[in-house]
């Protein structure tokens, strides 16, 4: 198990014939997706746009998407990793027992529909929002699901792609791993970029206390995390950089207003599908951007003496330990 | 201001194979006759070379990344780059960190990089990472043998149209060339398929085949007066008794210049994995009688690696091969990509067959200025085991003691037991820098002549050649030193070469309706800005 | 008034990233977002070029951009264990910076993807 099996939107638009949504309703959250990237849209492999394709939702309860869908499944809250797993034996024509069925909330008939869907795809695309991601089981869904949309290459093509929002988080994920190999939960604490989620992530870091000092930027933990962790934002010194006075900034001990990215200031922001896109702000803020904050504040720090005094440390480990 | 005195030069551009030669490096770093004042460099003892040149690595861009978002476990046990007050942190292994990458490149003393794969729809993220690799110039080639609007054009015999689409979009991606990869067989891989007879209509089409890509693409290439020819990725790549493909794609390109990339994956013949062998010698035939054509080995090490391509369709065989993990990423309208570790094993008869073929070739192919080093990176091993590579082709004692930790079944398979010949250090300046330097039309790379860049790299002159290769003793770029003794000295930003072939102005207006078809971004926001690519140095080609 | 027209401006307020947004504006405020999804429109429309805050604030109190940054900058130089987190509303070159910042500091760094 592993990888990820995906492309960028604009196959989907040309080509996916079958598309599923699992844990996410775009109709709320990303209202443009339907229109613009999938089942609303004509091909040339897909003339007839909308009738062309089938829509399948996955979620615990019926959202405002379930409109949009040609098939509904409800599935049981937290079985989605159980759903996906029988998914994967179906595909197979491997045998599911009556009672793992009955755990998913699903009949056999109607996922035997289900599979027998996906394979006559000339091409599938599977959904995920934070339905699937951020419940019970968490990255072993994603993971399972990925798994399932490679699998199915062996019948058809198929891929999968999570649904991801808060703006720019994708754009993150990329520059992190082209900089230090690790999408996220790093620490450069031996001068060099180590990973490990669950210890380096911030949400533990928080809550055990284990750091001394805190610089949030495009995020407001202090609205959003939970309460202990909270709690330590308070107690430790913390800088805030956004363009409102947050939740975050009122427990800082440092605020700087900047300009909101992409409305009055310039660069770039990736899409969920990995894509860099320009941005053309249309305002001028009388407040500077956060690339302009972040490295002033860069080069204040590094008029003071480096943590790691020069020659103590090798340039190179040839492995680490 | 530099001086070099007292070094024995390999400067296979100018004819210099080893005579003590003064080399002068003046304030703009730039190779002259003469300068007065600055640092001198006492290389006696020690040999001097022109900056190693990578045709053919990958290294930043949408695929790399992905690579590197799947190898945590290779990150966290591979080298690490320690931060200092001026110097970012990184880390090596089989898919580095960008910073890494321009240490590990100058740590053995390269100075050039042409990234081999860039979509146009991602370049802006691939300029960035490059912008990111320290020391190193760069350039990079758009991948255009599967792209659906080029593809259409040609389908309905609009050669001119596709020929100025070809030269919107080299400029669009602000790149240096133009990369074929599998041609068709990415396009049908969108659907699932793949294309593996060179003269059958692709899926979805009725008249182009990968044949006529390749014949088109590379007149293309050549009337847009691009400064480096065609760089193809044949068809049916890995697969047994590939060599009738490859073979059939050179025919395809009737006589034109173009660089072949990787063709240790092209010389395959038998009919299944258990009778693969290698067809190499067939291989090096044609290109010693064909003197245009230049390749690159794409060579194999044992070890572990991540393989990546633009070849989708090879990348599901080799996980379904494999087991193991598998990243696909197919790129609207453009292009696809594949991603699946991969461990190359002595024992295993294939592996084993690959790696014989990567120096075979390397060994057959007469004349250096046509094949160059590489091993397609990360695909057939790590570039910074380049150094092995050199020790594999210079001692063929070695080569020998190699093959003999090679099942005993792999004599019937290889040639590589029967070949005497050693590389010489001349052969290596060439093969290493002066040939890619020169297949790239990077004329003041791999050229210790004046006027040239100042980069050069100096050897301790010891017969420990792996070692010797892998620690040179000084680098300099651009006329400043940085690496010393196995030390980051200096980490100056690298330049981006990029081409720009001319076409119709009206191009634009005839490509919007075409592309608002089917890609799902802005006509207006697709090109990448110029004032993006930081140090760009840009080569004007004039179309006849 | 007459608004001025930008084309193919981009909404960054999704993971969608829709890049196809036609904004008018009168340089304080955004009035119109032509093709953007309700959610797209509250975002240009409730961003202003207004000075709503001030530049900074320091232990609660008003603050130049200058002092907050010394002060930002020591207080994240005399911690041994400092964490950069965030990101999401951002852009790349900022993020950039931010990478750079927890190298320099020899610190913690994360994102939204973590949660």
């Known amino acids: 198990m592993g990888g990820k099996v995906t492309c960028t939107l604009g196959e989907v638009k040309q080509r996916a014939d079958f598309i599923?949504?699992?844990?996410?309703?775009?109709?709320?959250?990303?209202p443009r997706h339907f229109t613009k990237y999938t089942i609303m849209q004509k091909s040339k492999f897909l003339p007839r746009g909308r009738k062309d394709r089938t829509m399948v939702l996955v979620d615990i309860r019926e959202t405002k998407s379930v409109k949009a869908a040609d098939i509904f499944l409800q599935v049981r809250p937290g079985r989605d990793f159980e759903l996906i797993t029988i998914l994967r034996a179906m595909i197979k024509d491997q045998h599911v027992a009556d009672e793992q069925l009955a755990e998913t909330g699903l009949a056999r008939d109607v996922l035997e529909d289900l599979v027998a869907r996906m394979k006559s795809a000339k091409f599938g695309c599977m959904f995920f929002g934070m339905g699937l991601s951020m419940t019970r089981g968490k990255h072993m869904n994603s993971a399972a699901l990925l798994t399932l949309a490679a699998e199915m290459n062996a019948f058809t093509k198929f891929v999968a792609m999570p649904m991801r929002g808060h703006g720019n988080v994708t754009g993150a994920d990329v520059?992190?791993?082209?900089?230090?190999?690790?999408?996220f939960g790093i620490t450069f604490n031996r001068g060099y970029p180590r990973y490990n989620p669950g210890e380096f992530s911030t949400v533990d870091v928080l809550v055990r206390g284990d750091c001394d000092a805190a610089f949030i930027i495009g995020a407001d933990p202090g609205a959003t995390m939970p309460q202990p962790a909270i709690d330590h934002l308070k107690r430790i010194p913390t800088i805030v950089l956004d363009p409102h006075v947050t939740h975050t900034s009122r427990l800082a001990r440092v605020h700087i207003t900047t300009a909101p990215q992409g409305i009055a200031a310039p660069g770039t922001a990736y899409r969920m599908d990995e894509l860099p896109l320009p941005l053309k702000p249309a305002l001028k803020s009388p407040y500077p951007t956060d690339e302009e904050v972040v490295r002033r504040i860069n080069a204040a720090i590094a008029d003071k003496p480096f943590w790691l005094p020069e020659g103590s440390q090798p340039q190179m480990l040839t492995a680490q330990v | 201001m530099l001086r070099i005195v007292n070094g024995k030069v390999y400067d296979p551009a100018n004819g210099i194979d080893g005579q003590v030669r003064e080399i002068c490096i003046d304030e703009s770093g730039r190779i002259a006759q003469n300068v007065t004042g600055g640092r001198t460099i006492d290389a006696t003892g020690m040999i001097v070379f022109p900056g190693g040149v990578d045709v053919h690595t990958h290294v930043a861009g949408g695929a790399i990344n992905f690579?590197?978002?799947?190898?945590?476990e290779d990150h966290r046990r591979t080298q690490a780059f320690i931060r200092t007050k001026t110097r970012r942190s990184g880390l090596g292994g089989m898919a580095p960190t960008t910073f890494a990458t321009g240490y590990l490149y100058a740590g053995m003393g390269w100075t050039t990089v042409n990234e081999a794969a860039v979509p146009v729809l991602s370049a802006r993220h691939t300029h960035e990472e490059l912008t990111d690799i320290p020391i190193v110039d760069k350039a990079s080639l758009t991948l255009m043998a599967n792209n659906e609007i080029v593809l259409d054009l040609l389908e309905n015999g609009e050669y001119e149209r596709a020929k100025h689409a070809v030269a919107w979009y080299v400029w669009a991606a602000k790149s240096y060339g133009i990369k074929a990869v599998n041609p068709g067989g990415v396009a049908a891989w969108k659907w699932g398929h793949d294309a593996k007879q060179l003269t059958s209509p692709i899926a979805g089409y009725n008249n182009i085949t990968p044949g006529t890509i390749v014949t088109q693409l590379a007149r293309i290439c050549e009337e847009l007066n691009l400064p480096h020819p065609i760089h193809l990725h044949c068809n049916n790549l890995g697969a047994p008794g590939n060599i009738a493909t490859t073979i059939d794609t050179l025919k395809h390109l009737e006589g034109r210049r173009a660089h072949i990339a990787h063709s240790q994956y092209h010389a395959y013949g038998g009919d299944g994995w258990e009778s693969m062998c290698s067809r190499t010698s067939e291989l090096a035939d044609y290109f010693n009688s064909?003197?245009?054509?230049?390749?690159?080995?794409?060579?194999?090490?044992?070890?572990?690696?991540?393989?990546?391509?633009?070849?989708?369709?090879?990348?599901?065989?080799?996980?379904?091969?494999?087991g193991r993990k598998w990243g696909n990423l197919d790129v609207e309208n453009e292009t696809g990509c594949g991603i699946v570790p991969y461990t190359y094993r002595p024992s295993n008869l294939v592996n084993a067959v690959q790696w014989a073929a990567g120096l075979e070739l390397l060994l057959l192919i007469k004349d250096p200025w046509q094949v160059f080093l590489s091993t397609d990176h990360p695909n057939g091993g790590c570039f910074w085991r380049y150094p092995e590579i050199i020790k594999l082709l210079m001692c063929a004692d070695f080569r020998r003691e190699c093959l003999?930790?090679?099942?005993?079944?792999?004599?019937?398979h290889i040639t590589l037991p029967e070949i005497d010949r050693e590389y010489t250090l001349y052969e290596v300046a060439t093969a290493m820098s002066a040939g890619p330097a020169r297949a790239l039309g990077l004329t003041r790379k791999g050229n210790l002549g004046v006027g040239?860049?100042?980069?050069v790299v100096i050897y301790h002159d010891t017969d420990d050649v792996e070692q010797m290769f892998g620690h040179p003793r000084y680098v300099i770029k651009g006329g400043e030193i940085v690496i010393e003794e196995g030390e980051i000295r200096e980490t100056p930003e690298g330049r981006e070469f990029l081409a720009r072939p001319s076409y119709d102005p009206a191009t634009d207006e005839f490509m919007k309706p075409l592309f608002e078809e089917c890609y799902t971004m802005s006509f207006e926001n697709y090109p990448v800005e110029l004032e993006r690519i930081e140090r760009a140095e840009i080569m004007e080609c004039s179309s006849e | 008034m007459t608004l001025q027209i930008i084309d193919n401006a981009t909404c960054t307020f999704c993971g969608c990233v829709c890049d196809d947004i036609q904004l008018h504006h009168d340089e304080v405020r955004i009035h119109k977002a032509n093709k953007a999804c309700v959610l797209g429109t509250a975002w240009f429309l409730n961003h202003t070029a207004e000075q709503k805050y001030p530049a900074a604030l320091v232990d609660g109190r008003e603050a130049s951009l200058d002092e907050a940054i010394e002060v930002a900058a020591t207080l994240l130089h005399e911690a041994d264990m400092p964490l950069v987190y965030g990101m999401s509303n951002t852009t790349c070159e900022a993020q950039k910076e931010c990478v750079a910042m927890a190298d320099l500091l020899g610190g913690l760094l994360d994102s939204h993807t973590s949660l």
Do not use: S
């Open chain 1, 20 to 30: 599923i949504y699992w844990g996410g309703n775009p109709a709320e959250c990303h």
């Open chain 1, 175 to 183: 520059i992190m791993r082209w900089q230090t190999g690790y999408p």
């Open chain 2, 67 to 72: 690579a590197r978002a799947m190898t945590p």
């Open chain 2, 290 to 322: 064909h003197p245009q054509l230049t390749t690159d080995a794409g060579a194999v090490l044992f070890g572990d690696t991540v393989t990546i391509t633009a070849d989708g369709p090879w990348q599901h065989l080799l996980y379904k091969l494999t």
């Open chain 2, 404 to 412: 003999t930790q090679l099942p005993a079944r792999i004599k019937k």
């Open chain 2, 452 to 455: 040239c860049d100042g980069d």
